[in-house]
């Protein structure tokens, strides 16, 4: 069906990389096992100062190609690697997490299928550092979800995405105010640049661990680019433009704030699971799921509350 592995690439794969020796051989593996289309990995390496770099210099495949980043940040960093991409189909994987198997074989053959879209995207699970699953994200039904991006609803992570490149060329890549959340801003932008799917297929695990950029950033200034990009799409829905458009962005908050810990985000995921599950009629699971939840960071107490909450909804329905 496909050309051979030296001709154009089909799928450029974008993987930033900023001192991840310990996941990045993996990484590298899961998206190198698809050997039935043309395909190229592109690392950026945001100046890694670990063993990053030995451990990619043990993987013999050409399709991978190591470029650097001018260190400025992770929207110049995916900018970079998408400078230097020559495939018609653009996907990310961040250098701690993997593909399942067959997943970029599905979503190109999907995209030849259907080309009125400009992209599809699907489902992913929560990976413990040591890969076990910790929970997978709630599936939700197939289906078209590009008013959903316009109305600022993200439903599923940036690198379960598939995108045409020349959709990504249209839209200008990623905006380096975006220090973080710049996935979110940039899936946001798609909803009006294109049509897009969701299929309900888990494609992507995305690995929980303290060292990772979500849980060594400030938990203030990641709340508030998340929160940002969503107002801008607000503004843009509005006037067409935001104000990152218009050359007068907020300032992003100064003052030092803990991070958020890779145990309280592991707790986020269960208890939403918990939720889900009790929602679905399943009450004893939903109960033992909230349990786990409690546990992982049992200091936390309003999950508890949370739990106490399920605890008396359930008894009240018997």
């Not at 009125?116 to 997978?136: F, H, K, L, Q």
């Amino acid at each position: 069906m496909y050309s051979s592995q030296q001709d154009q690439p089909l799928v450029s794969v974008l993987i930033p990389l900023h001192n991840t020796e310990r996941f990045i051989a993996l990484a590298l593996t899961s998206v190198l096992q698809e050997q039935r289309i043309p395909l190229e990995v592109i690392v950026i390496d945001d100046h890694s100062t670990d063993g990053s770099l030995a451990a990619i210099a043990q993987i013999q495949d050409s399709r991978i190609r190591v470029i650097n980043s001018a260190g400025k940040g992770i929207s110049d960093t995916l900018n970079t690697g998408l400078a230097a991409a020559r495939g018609d189909i653009i996907v990310r994987c961040d250098a701690d997490d993997v593909y399942p198997a067959d997943r970029l074989l599905h979503q190109v053959e999907w995209l030849q299928k259907n080309p009125e879209y400009g992209a599809i995207c699907g489902s992913y699970a929560a990976v413990d550092p040591r890969g076990s699953m910790i929970t997978p994200l709630s599936v939700m039904a197939a289906g078209e979800i590009t008013e959903e991006l316009r109305q600022g609803i993200t439903r599923t992570h940036l690198a379960t995405f598939a995108i045409r490149a020349d959709v990504m060329q249209a839209i200008g890549g990623f905006r380096p105010y975006f220090v973080t959340a710049e996935d979110i801003d940039f899936q946001l932008r798609l909803g009006a640049a294109c049509r897009v799917w969701y299929e309900p297929t888990n494609c992507y695990h995305y690995r929980i661990h303290g060292a990772s950029i979500t849980h060594t950033q400030k938990s203030n200034e990641r709340e508030f680019f998340e929160a940002i990009a969503r107002e801008f799409q607000q503004q843009r829905q509005l006037t067409g433009l935001d104000d990152l458009d218009r050359g007068c962005p907020p300032l992003p908050p100064q003052e030092d704030s803990p991070s958020f810990r890779a145990t309280h985000h592991i707790q986020g995921f269960l208890l939403g699971q918990a939720w889900q599950m009790y929602q679905d009629g399943d009450k004893w699971q939903a109960l033992t799921t909230g349990w786990r939840a409690a546990l992982t960071a049992p200091g936390n107490v309003s999950v508890w509350q949370s739990l106490a909450a399920m605890v008396v909804k359930s008894v009240v329905a018997l």
